[in-house]
């Protein structure tokens, strides 16, 4: 632990690359304490994946067609990083 949580925890976006699973986890985690977002990020040559943690009260609009959008929803069920990495 190189970085304290309490440095990650003061920010609203932590965006990592090429980190171990524990520290995205531990990262997620303390960027979560105050309602951040932690986005992991990873290349393999020509292809590359994200895991994007926006947190439990995060809501979203769908486009519902031209000028329309949807009510307010939030992600059902929510699930964090960390549930995320024990998904089979």
Known sequence: ???SNDYFSKYDIVVAS??????AI??????AVKGGKFYLVHS???YACAM???GKNHTYREEMGK????????????K??????QIK
């Not at 090429?18 to 520290?23: P, R, S």
């Not at 531990?26 to 960027?31: K, L």
């Not at 307010?72 to 929510?78: D, F, I, L, Q």
């Open 18 to 23: 090429n980190i171990g699973i524990n520290d």
């Open 67 to 78: 000028d329309k959008l949807s009510d307010v929803k939030k992600v059902e069920p929510y």
């Open 52 to 54: 994007i943690d926006l």
């Open 26 to 31: 531990r990262i997620s985690n303390a960027v």
């Open 44 to 46: 393999f040559g020509l």
């Open 1 to 3: 632990d190189a970085v």
């Open 80 to 85: 964090s990083l960390e549930e995320m990495f």
